[in-house]
């Protein structure tokens, strides 16, 4: 890993980032603020601003446009940090908070210890341009499943019921279930779903067809449990295998470990801390219901899950169901550093050997 503090005796430029207007504080070796001031956020001005500063340890908040202004930052030569923003709510809940102010906090603590500042890594343009196609898909099921609820509720709502299907047919076997009187509201509708429909097929091989490009979205495949989307969604958001030193650190690094309020002989059972990216946590989670469920194969994970599941009421199943997710991520993670091939009775046989 790198020293977060090798450059801690240079400049450091605080960089609040806003969607509009950027407020920057530029710190001397003293912590003196020797210049100040904000810029437009968009390409020409930042890339100015990084140009005309010392080579400095730039410091901003994630958000929406961390990504191409710290990419933007190391193409200039400047060490880049981007702060974890669950992390510093105690720079940015003051009583005198401004952006000058926070650009000056986000320097100073970048100054002291940039440890403090729990940096993110920001993935690749290719591996942002391919994750992208995973989020339009999400978003566009997101919104076919809230037209079909729409068109369930209204039927309902006048007394009838629709037929249950899938949602990929859900336009083909209702479309002749309507009542005659809702058919002005609802149909333009239901043609819509199917619009949608076809958008998520084609996002679906956009998909599988950039999949071609890793060879390890195949081999993570051979889990069961574990599709394109999920295996994509893995690798284009870890993107790096090398990033972890142990797998053990992916099932933290994804918000399926517990959090902790652990104060004298007080040490309270709390929910997991849900960091890190939420659409491939979900995915896993989708991942080990399967495993667990009545179709799931007989595996180590599957055994793993049964024997927590051993005299737990329903809330001890969705500890048991995260479990297995995490335990998920730390395999997918081993499988895919180390190029093994999938063994699912690899505990039982070294326990055998």
């Known amino acids: 890993m790198k020293d977060c503090n090798a450059k801690a005796e240079g400049f450091v430029l605080g960089l609040d980032l806003g969607d509009r207007r950027s407020h920057y504080a530029l710190l ?17 001005w930042i890339r100015s601003l990084f140009a005309n500063v010392p080579e400095s340890r ?14 933007m930052s190391e193409e200039q030569g400047h060490e880049t940090f ?4 669950r992390r510093l709510r105690w720079i940015f809940e003051n009583d005198q908070k401004t ?10 603590v970048g100054r002291f210890d940039a440890n403090l500042l729990y940096p993110i890594h920001h993935r ?9 196609i995973l989020r339009s898909r999400e978003a566009v099921v997101k919104a076919r499943t809230q037209l079909i609820n729409h068109v369930r509720g209204q039927v309902k709502a006048w007394g009838e019921r629709l037929a249950k299907c899938a949602a990929k047919s859900f336009h083909k076997r209702v479309a002749g279930e309507l009542p005659e009187e809702l058919k002005p509201a ?5 043609e819509i779903i199917g619009q949608l429909t076809v958008q998520i097929r084609n996002y679906e091989e956009q998909i599988e067809e950039r999949s071609r490009d890793y060879p390890e979205i195949g081999q993570l495949q051979a889990i069961a449990g574990v599709g394109p989307l999920t295996s994509a969604a893995f690798v284009w958001t870890l993107e790096d295998p090398g990033r972890f030193r142990r797998s053990r650190q992916v099932g933290a690094y994804l918000g399926m470990v517990p959090r902790q309020d652990q104060s004298g002989e007080r040490n309270p059972r709390l929910g997991i801390t849900k960091a890190g990216d939420e659409a491939l946590r979900r995915l896993l989670v989708q991942s080990a219901h399967y495993i667990l469920g009545a ?9 793993f899950g ?41 505990q039982e046989n070294r326990k055998a050997a």
């Open 58 to 71: 730039v410091v901003m908040e994630v958000g929406t446009h961390s990504r191409w202004v710290s990419r």
């Open 99 to 108: 952006d000058r102010v926070d650009a000056q906090s986000l320097g100073r």
């Open 28 to 44: 001397d070796q003293r912590g003196e603020v020797v210049e100040e001031g904000s810029v437009r956020t968009d390409q020409k």
């Open 306 to 346: 049964e024997r927590l599941l051993e005299g737990e009421a329903d809330k001890g199943k969705k500890r048991a169901v995260v479990a297995v997710a995490r335990k998920l991520s730390v395999l997918m993670h081993h499988l895919w550093e180390t190029g093994q091939q999938y063994d699912p009775f690899y």
């Open 124 to 132: 690749s343009e290719p591996a942002q341009a391919d994750l992208a």
């Open 186 to 190: 609802l149909e333009t509708v239901v």
């Open 295 to 303: 179709f799931g194969p007989d595996c180590d994970l599957r055994r």
């Open 82 to 85: 981007v702060a974890n923003a």
